[in-house]
């Protein structure tokens, strides 16, 4: 019998908290709650859980110090995080992406979407960290190590700014990736980029892979995430 993935919770809200709860003992997970920042941070360094949910606004210390403290910090970097947010917080949840948390949600949420979200970011996992030489999506081909991208037997011409975003894009399938992280990313992969409006990469990668690919899905007031393929069947 595999063991429980173990979910910290760090929420203020009674009632919130209660509600989560709940359906983590539904869902088959053990969760742990904190009601402030800085106890929240100290169980983070103790118990060392396999995910934290963390809200923005808590006493002591924000969430998204937390997760600054989280993500400079070695053993705990590679902790996934999914942050809590009110509406009108946008600027917080791309600052909260941008330092490194996994997804978002924002208040007020279905619990059952929540822990839709914690499985996705538990599977992903690791996965991310290990870039495959192809990743094939649908009738496309992206060849990493000879920055290709194929449909069928045909060459899809693309700039190094675009193959460097869509890779980006594809590796981190399901997330949420602002418009400073896919610069950054580009500039990591020595992808030189005349334009830096993100924006107008993404408008021309759609426009290269036909009129009718969906997949990469603006979210807006953040950036932009690669929908996974059971998402797109749905539709």
């Given at each position: 019998?595999?063991?429980?993935?173990?979910?910290?919770?760090?929420?203020?809200?009674?009632?919130?908290?209660?509600?989560?709860?709940?359906?983590?003992?539904?869902?088959?997970?053990?969760?742990?709650?904190?009601?402030?920042?800085?106890?929240g941070y100290r169980a983070i360094e103790r118990e060392k859980p396999d995910l934290v949910i963390l809200d923005i606004m808590l006493p002591g210390q924000n969430g998204l110090d937390v997760c600054r403290k989280m993500k400079n910090t070695p053993e705990l970097k590679n902790i996934?995080?999914?942050?809590?947010?009110?509406?009108?917080?946008?600027?917080?949840?791309?600052?909260?992406?941008?330092?490194?948390?996994?997804?978002?949600?924002?208040k007020p949420f279905s619990a059952k979407i929540l822990f839709?979200?914690?499985?996705?970011?538990?599977?992903?996992?690791?996965?991310?960290?290990?870039?495959?030489?192809?990743?094939?999506?649908?009738?496309?081909?992206?060849?990493?190590?000879?920055?290709?991208?194929?449909?069928?037997?045909?060459?899809i011409p693309m700039t190094l700014s675009e193959f460097g975003i869509l890779k980006r894009l594809l590796v981190n399938r399901g997330k949420v990736l602002t418009r400073n992280q896919l610069l950054d990313d580009v500039n990591n992969d020595d992808a030189f980029i005349v334009?830096?409006?993100?924006?107008v990469h993404i408008a021309s990668l759609r426009k290269k892979l036909g009129p009718n690919f969906q997949w990469i899905e603006t979210v807006r007031g953040v950036g932009y995430r690669f929908q996974e393929i059971r998402q797109l069947e749905k539709k």
């Open positions: 019998m595999s063991q429980k993935k173990r979910i910290l919770l760090i929420e203020d809200e009674e009632d919130i908290a209660a509600l989560i709860k709940l359906q983590a003992e539904v869902s088959g997970y053990k969760l742990h709650v904190e009601v402030d920042g800085i106890n996934p995080v999914i942050i809590l947010s009110a509406k009108g917080e946008e600027l917080d949840i791309v600052l909260g992406l941008e330092l490194g948390a996994d997804d978002y949600i924002a839709s979200r914690i499985k996705t970011v538990l599977r992903r996992g690791k996965e991310a960290e290990k870039v495959p030489k192809a990743i094939k999506f649908g009738e496309f081909n992206l060849e990493v190590d000879r920055y290709l991208l194929r449909k069928g037997e045909a060459i334009d830096r409006n993100i924006d």
